[in-house]
């Protein structure tokens, strides 16, 4: 008995698809609460709130914690394509734009950002679990698909699209922040360029966009849960984000929102 099939038995399709959405959806958005109400993911600018005192105390690098919570979902990707060897193009998509976002995230750990901080434990375990769970997720819900008729209408192109959109907008924008700390300057500064003229977190909104891709090349409702509740996190992490820039910088420049240009 091969590992799909274990799987299969283990989680029924039905059961397995209705309880991991509302459980994704439900876990993000309460996330996304905590974040306003100063209960912060420990990592970047709010590794050190008020709120770390909760914390466990134990912590890593930034750039070692970060390695370590990125590398599990990409070898889920990897592993994929020889656990569902499939020759659908939709299911090869999505194992492609799965794989290829957390390859760019470990890309940039080790040749784009710069650290200058250490991440708490609790925290990389959390987005850890998290986002292993979701590229394990999004792959393995994709298989309950395979032999069904295909959607009345096909948004997979238009998914691949606007995955490839958010995927370059995301990198670009966090290359702009790996300018600002040249020559070994740890402090914070104000983003320039970009969407950051208009907007203090643009690789929050260009990761949506990833997410809102990956969704419509996989058409599968988990995939929409994943992509509505990261919208509801990132729009919750942007607006603390904002508040803490205006809090810590007094020519922060009000007309900057913190998502969405000229609206959130």
């Excluded at 959109?165 to 360029?193: A, C, D, M, Q, W």
């Amino acid at each position: 008995m091969n590992i799909p099939m274990v799987l299969a038995i283990l989680f029924p399709p039905t059961l397995f698809l209705t309880g991991a959405s509302v459980l994704t959806l439900l876990s993000l958005a309460i996330l996304g609460v905590l974040e306003i109400r100063g209960i912060n993911l420990k990592y970047s600018k709010f590794v050190n709130t008020a709120s770390s005192s909760s914390s466990i105390s134990f912590k890593v690098p930034s750039r070692v914690g970060m390695l370590l919570l990125y590398t599990p979902a990409f070898l889920v990707g990897v592993a994929s394509f020889w656990l569902y060897p499939a020759d659908d193009s939709r299911f090869l998509f999505l194992k492609s734009a799965v794989t290829i976002h957390f390859f760019k995230r470990l890309f940039e750990v080790i040749f784009i950002h710069k650290y200058s901080g250490k991440m708490s434990l609790d925290t990389m375990i959390i987005i850890l679990v998290s986002y292993f769970f979701l590229s394990l997720s999004l792959i393995y819900t994709q298989t309950f698909n395979q032999g069904l008729s295909e959607p009345s209408i096909d948004l997979k192109h238009l998914g691949i699209v606007l995955f490839l959109i958010g995927i370059s907008g995301n990198f670009y924008h966090h290359y702009l922040l790996s300018k600002l700390r040249t020559n070994g300057v740890k402090e914070y500064k104000i983003p320039k360029g970009g969407l950051f003229e208009l907007a203090i977190c643009p690789h929050y909104l260009f990761e949506i966009l990833e997410f809102l891709g990956i969704s419509l090349i996989s058409q599968t409702l988990y995939s929409f849960s994943v992509t509505l509740g990261s919208a509801l996190y990132f729009m919750c992490r942007s607006y603390v984000t904002r508040k803490w820039y205006m809090s810590k910088f007094e020519d922060f420049p009000k007309e900057v929102k913190a998502l969405i240009p000229f609206v959130f």
